[in-house]
């Protein structure tokens, strides 16, 4: 008994030493504190950098930094930088480079002015020492990203301005301290820029021309294996971080640059990138952060008035460079306070590449212990401040968006949007719901819903449970990006107009439907399905042939016909395709006349859709084998098409789905038949029409034809 209970007194010595009673603890501290701090309304990343100030060496002692803390730390530091370059939208990275150049250079300069001459005349550091410490400021990390990803306003073009300019002042800062730590030690000379200059060329190269293509090759291949895709985007990470760091910069640019290698090819809606958020929030993060909390050495704070005075120095002056930043920033791009807050807090934290300068310049004799100590309780400081500032912002930008009644969230009003995928062939499937899954509406309380219908017949009871069973195989794809399904298995005489039954009980809004095959004797006597179902709802109809993956996908086209402005439809299915240029980082390149591109931009500015659009005028649509000669390979091409009785409806249109087969062949293709209002004359003269009789003929004739066969087959056996 007495060796038990000095086993276990051994076991709780501090520092605690048994890996998995740390590993617990610290679960356990990223399990509680930000739901305990959650109900003090202050933000969970606070109370995971003062758990860390309460366990780390300075406080508690309750955990020391070892190698295991050190290498979780490391990876959450890359991932918080993976995933800003992952979540960036590139679109409107685009057209708003300038403006991250403009701000990195703000960002980057005043800070820098602003600190030099405090760390030179009232601190009396030397050149270097000043210089290094007031370029300290001009550096920031992301750490309040989370806040702004969990909120939903990364796509916010203050967001995208603040994490461009990121990369680049802690770019410039970090080759600032080359070349510090170079004059130093003597070597700035030619052969260092040389160097320089050949390495960053280099690695940018492997990153951004030969990763895509690799990765491009591997999630087509390996399309099914799922779980492969997060191991390879991981091994992607940590090996552009070691080459960044091959390159002569720091790790974390190298995670940032892998995030913007890979970022066409992992829509923000995929189940790829949900996994990956979710154990970086959940795990790594957090690791990172409360890493962050354990160099922070409170009782620096005890050691004389100079350490007190360094400390509230450097915090005041990083705190005021990166404000000023901010507000010139805003004042040059006409921001709203809000933005001109959420970029004062995304760009006012200081840890990684803050403590990677302090710490090199402190090793090399070029800093003392004064700024050290002081640079860790700045550490402290401006996490805290970042995260509150943020936070009180990008809620502020959530209510703001929600109370727009011209965002994008209320195109055509349909914030509870229910999208319909009946399911004919099941090796279909998985793209159908991979582009229902992109095109949905995040805010509708509606599941998307999987429809599999039955013929009523003597077996339809077992094939109903045949057809929930192979359905619910697909539920776990569309759990796994945290997408509600439904499934709906029906009986009805035929696919058509059970599909239609089912869109007008559950009141859907969009029809997704699969490429039919104009194929059978019997299909041409009554009509295609998919006409009859066209013709028989007034439902936005979007019908889908998927060549390749849709992140393999490097445009999409859209052809509109004159008058298409005019349909009950034009704004959801528009904006739909917006929606799935954003997700896929991809532009849209539009064909009409002149009053629908009116029409578009006045869309495209009211609901502030932030998709990259370019546009060429077309009006001769009995000549459509034009159009082919402008479609590229990697197109995604869309025709707008009209049911009968339409404003925008014509005589060509019936034809151009055959000649999209015939002259898009190796192309993804899609037709959308925008939604009309029940009372238009298209879907009028259909509902008079009662298809029962002749669907009890037909099921009668395909008896007949079994029992004829059975007959054969008898016979043949005998």
Not at 403 to 409: E, H, M
Not at 471 to 493: G, P, R, Y
Not at 693 to 711: R, V, Y
């Amino acid at each position: 008994m007495k060796d038990f209970f000095e086993h276990f007194r051994q076991e709780f010595e501090l520092p605690l030493e048994n890996p998995v009673l740390i590993f617990s603890l610290i679960l356990f501290i990223i399990l509680l504190s930000p739901i305990l701090l959650r109900k003090l309304n202050i933000p969970g990343i606070i109370g995971l950098i003062i758990s860390g100030v309460v366990i780390g060496p300075f406080g508690l002692n309750i955990l020391e930094k070892n190698s295991a803390i050190d290498l979780f730390s490391t990876i959450g530091l890359l991932y918080i930088m993976f995933i800003a370059g992952l979540e960036l939208d590139m679109n409107e990275f685009k057209s708003n480079r300038n403006k991250s150049l403009v701000f990195g250079f703000f960002t980057f300069i005043f800070p820098l002015t602003i600190g030099f001459p405090v760390c030179y005349f009232f601190l009396e550091y030397d050149f270097n020492a000043s210089f290094l410490t007031s370029s300290m400021f001009a550096t920031h990390t992301l750490v309040a990203y989370p806040i702004v990803s969990k909120l939903g306003v990364s796509k916010n073009q203050a967001v995208a301005v603040t994490v461009g300019g990121t990369i680049l002042t802690d770019t410039a800062v970090l080759i600032i301290l080359a070349v510090i730590m170079g004059n130093s030690e003597g070597n700035l000379n030619m052969a260092f820029w040389i160097q320089l200059g050949i390495s960053l060329t280099i690695f940018s190269a492997i990153m951004f021309l030969i990763i895509p293509r690799i990765a491009n090759w591997f999630f087509r291949k390996l399309e099914s294996e799922k779980h492969s895709h997060y191991i390879f985007v991981l091994s992607i990470v940590f090996f552009a971080a070691f080459m960044a760091e091959l390159a002569g910069v720091e790790p974390i640019i190298g995670a940032f640059v892998a995030g913007l290698a890979l970022n066409k090819l992992i829509p923000h809606s995929s189940a790829l990138m949900n996994r990956i958020q979710f154990i970086g929030n959940s795990l790594f993060i957090p690791f990172f952060l409360i890493s962050v909390g354990m160099l922070v050495d409170v009782s620096v704070i005890l050691k004389g008035e100079t350490a007190l005075i360094v400390a509230g120095t450097l915090s005041v002056v990083a705190l005021f460079g990166k404000w000023f930043a901010a507000l010139v920033t805003q004042l040059a791009f006409k921001y709203s306070k809000t933005q001109r807050q959420l970029i004062f807090g995304l760009s006012s934290s200081h840890a990684a590449a803050t403590l990677a300068v302090i710490l090199v310049g402190y090793k090399a004799q070029i800093l003392d212990e004064n700024i050290l100590n002081g640079t860790i309780i700045l550490i402290l400081i401006t996490c805290v401040v970042a995260s509150f500032a943020t936070e009180k912002a990008a809620k502020k930008i959530v209510v703001e968006t929600e109370g727009d009644s011209t965002g994008p969230l209320k195109v055509n009003g349909l914030d509870n949007e229910h999208i319909l995928l009946p399911i004919a062939n099941i090796g279909n499937m998985e793209k159908l719901l991979e582009f229902s899954i992109f095109i949905k509406g995040k805010k509708s309380a509606n599941p998307l819903s999987v429809l599999s219908v039955v013929s009523n017949n003597n077996e339809a009871e077992n094939n109903i449970l045949k057809a929930k069973k192979k359905l619910e195989e697909f539920v776990e794809q569309a759990s796994a990006t945290e997408t509600k399904v439904s499934i709906i298995a029906t009986i009805d005489h035929n696919a058509a107009s059970g599909i239609s039954r089912i869109a007008k009980e559950i009141m859907a809004d969009i029809i997704v439907l699969g490429w039919p095959k104009r194929t059978g004797f019997i299909d041409k006597l009554i009509g295609e399905k998919v006409d009859s179902i066209i013709s028989n709802t007034d439902k936005t109809t979007i019908i889908c042939h998927f060549e390749k993956p849709l992140v393999s996908h490097k445009r999409i086209v859209i052809a509109a016909p004159p008058l298409t402005e005019h349909e009950n439809g034009f704004e959801l299915w528009f904006g739909k395709m917006a929606k799935l240029a954003q997700e896929l980082s991809i532009s849209i390149q539009l064909y009409c006349n002149a009053s629908t591109l009116k029409s578009i931009k006045k869309l495209v500015k009211d609901s502030k859709i932030s998709a990259t659009i370019t546009s060429s005028l077309f009006s001769d649509w009995e000549d459509f084998q034009d159009l082919s000669k402008n479609v590229r390979e990697n197109d995604l091409f869309i025709l707008v098409s009209a049911r009968e009785g339409a404003a925008s409806y014509m005589v060509m249109l019936e034809n151009l789905p055959s000649k999209m087969e015939k002259h898009f062949p190796n192309n993804s293709r899609l037709i959308i038949y925008p939604h009309q209002f029940v009372q238009s004359f298209g879907s009028k003269r259909y509902d008079q029409i009662n298809p029962e009789p002749l669907n009890k003929g037909i099921e009668t004739i395909q008896k007949i034809g079994k029992g004829i066969g059975n007959i054969f087959k008898k016979d043949n056996k005998e």
